[in-house]
């Protein structure tokens, strides 16, 4: 079936430290890609998007993900996470030919000090 | 910068009550959305309307669902009689074309008692 998914649940970051997020996506050609963030009691805020071209796109607040057609993933990096990082992240595509987008079921980050 | 915004940003309403839930797109964006979050789960997409008119629906957006787009700024969607399970955070977003990026308004949290 087609879908958007995040592995994880719930990652503990300590501040400082590296973060990843995983996102696989299951749709017969490549989708746009996006990841957005949200914050408790926020909307959702695009962190970054992929349309085509170069496969590491940089997005706001330091976050990059890199595109891998060969593994079907769109994980989201960050050298070194902030304890305002904390938040919700979800990835999410617009299927080929379709407008709407598709979510997976996020991953809670917890920044640990 | 421009962006989406949502009115109420919460309501509380009894069972087999109308709701309408009011956005004001971003104001040269053409494609218009509403999708739902209920608590614990993941987005939900609901609807698309472009050109005064539903460009793709989903499963979830039955007979009880109307959206409209009254004036040149609002766009509202309403349920006409809602139901335990309607309670949820609904997000309004818009696009300035379609599959272009999709910009999210901070929500309305609809609780049905």
């Known amino acids: 079936a087609q879908s958007v998914t995040q592995p994880d649940i719930h990652i503990t970051v300590s501040e400082g430290a590296s973060l990843e997020l995983r996102c696989n996506y299951s749709y017969g050609a490549t989708p746009y890609l996006f990841w957005y963030v949200q914050s408790p009691g926020q909307g959702l805020q695009l962190l970054l998007k992929y349309f085509s071209g170069d496969t590491l796109v940089q997005g706001i607040k330091g976050f990059e993900a890199e595109f891998k057609r060969s593994q079907s993933s769109f994980n989201l990096r960050k050298p070194s996470v902030h304890w305002s990082d904390a938040a919700e992240y979800f990835c999410?595509?617009?299927?080929?030919?379709?407008?709407?987008?598709?979510f997976g079921t996020g991953t809670r980050l917890l920044v640990s000090p | 910068e421009p962006e989406v915004t949502q009115t109420p940003s919460h309501q509380v309403t009894q069972m087999g009550q109308e709701v309408i839930l009011r956005c004001v797109p971003i104001?040269?964006?053409?494609?218009f959305y509403w999708y739902r979050q209920i608590l614990g789960q993941k987005v939900e997409f609901l609807v698309s309307f472009y050109n005064n008119e539903i460009s793709e629906k989903s499963e979830i957006f039955d007979d009880q669902f109307s959206v409209e787009r009254p004036d040149g700024s609002n766009f509202t969607l309403k349920i006409r009689s809602t139901k335990l399970e309607d309670s949820a955070m609904y997000f309004c977003a818009s696009s300035p074309d379609r599959q272009e990026t999709q910009y999210f308004g901070p929500g309305t949290r609809l609780l049905v008692l």
């Open positions: 999410a595509v617009v299927p080929g030919g379709f407008q709407k987008l598709v």
């Open positions: 104001s040269n964006h053409l494609y």
